[in-house]
């Protein structure tokens, strides 16, 4: 896939190029070099299911897996995600087993209200699991700690990651 | 624990209808929408608290070229937020009442453009005198100083004089809260359409289509038919969401219609923060007459609000505040008296709760310094006072023989063991390190409008029959109510399913949209369920009678037959599937395909709006919660350890999300009680962002317990009552008291911080 900010032809006046992995595909782009990655992928690469909600690293919604590490796309820009990074979000994590399994986990556990927060926190949930397939209650809370949820109260979204955890320990093919 | 019971799809956790699209990152909020051509707008603010509009200047050295600009000369409609007093402007033309209130509007090809532009755009303004901070208000009303009320309400009961020659004890305190926000995560958005009839199209995040319908249709002098307004998935709302949209959406549709392009607007965090509603700071004077034995002879509430620069939705508000000011307890003389204090702040609004939150932290702080008085046991005092079948409320209104309040109160005491952990409090305790508190709070809330509200709504809600076919819906709900996240959409399908006898796959409910569904009224006052749902279920009956009748002539030569899980079946035996005779019956086209039905009141019910008398609410849901919490002596940090919730919401339709319902109202009831505060300075609040405004997460959540008791509203089908509100109101006093029986010591303002508890601390050691 090749993309060009909007409206822009070529490369602009100091902008810079990079080439990255997002959701298993080779990208690359043309972009100002302090443009968040956030707006890169909702307004370059149409991914909106990366939400905004605060700008500032509060809040956890914009969370992505940038080389497996969650982050919050909302202070990551362009200049510092270098050519080959892997990004996953989540339309990425949805085309996964995992992804697909905690999806399931979340509606079964009525984790999902408003949904805003949902995205963010499946990434966050998703990096937990991946580098912890037994997690904890405590390391459950630990894990979303970043991530604000303001209709849940958040037991059932605990409740959801432990169901996540179970099923994805048993399936076959899981990490 | 969920004790609930079952009748068909009525009291089944069915999973939610919208949760897997969100989980995906498939839904669309109003930020995922583009339009072609689509440009962004943004809002020219007031940067003074007061003040008279002298011009206005434009950068010359900006690039106007592509940018449109609207001032209030463009608008060609009225210039007045319609809402409940017709007092605020869509744009400031003369007088500017607060700071950051908008002037003028832009829009500009692209987001940064469109603020670049705004900031181009100064406003010349003659300062004039502003009053902002709200413990300012305060001192100066206590003073008997000059204040502006934007509105005014007394309720009166029986002989406030003789409540108080009667009492052998009188206990007078002060109680206050201050602004909080709802901090929906999807901040306010809207995208307007225009459309080539002249009209205009709405789409975006809101609570209440009907509210945003009427407003555009005066501002833009457009008839009905030329305005459609339609929801996008909302990401949350809690009241934030309810009048605030009509003021973005009649912007979008300004620089719609002069640019010719759709224009989107979407605040970003600090701009979401800064000037949209808050929730009303209070001030709240209780004075009680008692006997010593513990009977409450009179008493009289000073109720103040500070509203901001303009009333919008503050005298409901007032109304919900003064109606639960002393609600729950027996007592023949009551006056309380409500106010809202005009500033120079932007208009304080919907809050989850809506005035209750503070009546209660106010209500259930002081029943506990009552009990204290006379000296019983906070849980002692309140059994013995509790309203009892036949009882009068303050508007007169008169209690139920049976009624969830008792039920609730003694499950919540006998689950949490009060008794006897409350003899364990460490009371300020220097023999321990850390000090163990517990108290309750015993609350209600109003389940639907205020008032004489529902009788001037007429809620009105269809249910439709369609093709199906492709799996496409057989039916589908017409109501205005939105999903925000509290679960609309899933309930009011299964009442729908229920009614109809029918698998709730064959109900749909898409996003309302104006030019398609009537006036059901706004999805506010935790009315949704209750009322809509109570709607909803008569039409689908309506509904079921028409079809039964139909194939009664047309299968089964006339026999009668009943539809049950998707089969007509005669009495005989006959059986017809109810797909095939849905298409059977849309096959002649004169037959009727919607089922429209209207809510009614109770029958008897009456409330007089002038002297608030009479039944204020159609019925009440109650609770009680038990809250436990923990004091490291060393550094004053505050833990709540458990909260123990017992509940009566009727009859509960889906437990899982009812659950959800109470453990999100709790949490955020947490944060008001705790967490969430925000300053006044310079005329702008405080916390402006999340780095300061510092709202829940989940390392700051206790153990909760929740019990459901169904005392069902007894007319409607379904049975429910009101649930979105009433898991917040009590939160803050259960805590508080906890607190003070942890610490020793009551704090009366809201939040709880180590802050404070420091300083009451200090002034013990003072005393003693």
Redesign the interface.
Known sequence: MNTESA?EKGLGHGWIRRTWVVNGEEVSLSVPPLRRVLDIL?EELG??????????G??G?CTILVDDRPVCSCLLVAAQVPDGSRIL???GL?AMEEGRI??AA???A?A????????GM?MASYALLRRNGKPTDAEI??A???????????????EAIRLAAERIGRAPAGK | MVTVTRRGYIGLPVERTDAIEKAQGKAQYVDDLRRPDMWYGAVVRSPVSHGFIEGLDRDPDFDWSRVVLVTPEDIPGRNVVESLVHDMPFLASQEVRYRGEPVALVAAPTREAARAAAAAVKPRIRAAPSLTVPDDVVRIYKEGGELEYLWRQDIRKGDIERGFREAEIVVEREYRTGYAEQLYLEPQGMIAVPQEDGGVLIEGSMQCPYYVHPELCALLNLPPEKVRVRQTVVGGAFGGKEDFPSLIAGYCALLALKSGRAVKMVFDREEDILFTTKRHPSWVRHRTGLTRDGRITGWQVDFLLIGGAYATLSPVVLARGIIHATIGYRCDNVLIEGRVVRTHMPPSGAFRGFGAPQAFWALESHVDELAEACGMRPDEFRLRNAYRGGDTMATGQKVPEEYGGPAVLRKALEQSRFEARFAHCSRGSTLTDRWYGIGLAYFCHGAGFTGDGEARIKARAAVELAGGGEGGPLVVIRASSTEMGQGAQTVLRQIVAEALGVPIESVSYPLPDTALVPDSGPTVASRTTMVVGAVLYDAAVAMKKALEGFVSQQFFDGADCVLEEAVFRSGSGQAVDFERAVQDYLRTAERQQRFEAVFSLPPGSQWDQENFRGDAYPDYSWACYVAEVEVERATLAIRPIRVTAVLDIGRVVNPVLAEGQVEGGLVQGLGYAMMEKVGVRDGLFEADRLQTYIVPGVLDIPEIRITFLEFPYRYSGPGAKGLGELPLNGVAPAIGNALKHAVGRRIHDLPLTPEKLFRAIEERLVEQ
């Not at chain 1, 979303?144 to 605990?158: D, M, P, Q, S």
């Open positions: 409206g909702r991914l909106t299911g990366t939400k905004e909600g605060c700008g500032e509060e809040c919604t979000t989540i339309e949805s905690l999806e979340y509606v079964e009525g999902v209200q408003c949904g805003f927060c949902i995205p499946l809370r630990e979303i700690a970043g991530n604000i949820c303001r209709c849940t109260g958040y037991v059932k979204i605990v």
